[in-house]
């Protein structure tokens, strides 16, 4: 048995056409469909809200005035 996984599309009216690799031998062959909406890229949008508080734990404990003023002093150096 070997496994193969093969991007298609569904058309309209719902049938599948797959194409075998030619390294597959010719003959008789069980083929099992999973099926599984695929989100392309294009379509998934990213909101910068989402990032609200992401990483807040890493400045838990830092006072923001003393953390830039430490910046300001080795620039001045």
């Known amino acids: 048995m070997e496994t193969i996984r093969l991007t298609t599309t569904i058309g309209e009216d ?7 690799p030619s390294t597959l031998p010719p003959g008789p062959a069980e083929v099992v469909l999973v099926v599984h909406p695929a989100v392309p890229q294009v379509q998934r949008k990213l909101s910068w809200r989402a990032l609200r508080g992401l990483g ?3 400045w838990q404990d830092i006072d ?4 830039v003023n430490r910046l300001r002093d080795e ?3």
Do not use: F, L, P, T
């Not at 719902?14 to 075998?20: L, S, T």
């Not at 923001?64 to 953390?67: I, L, N, T, V």
């Open 75 to 77: 620039w001045e150096r």
């Open 14 to 20: 719902g049938r599948v056409h797959i194409d075998a």
């Open 56 to 58: 807040k734990e890493i």
């Open 64 to 67: 923001a005035q003393e953390y």
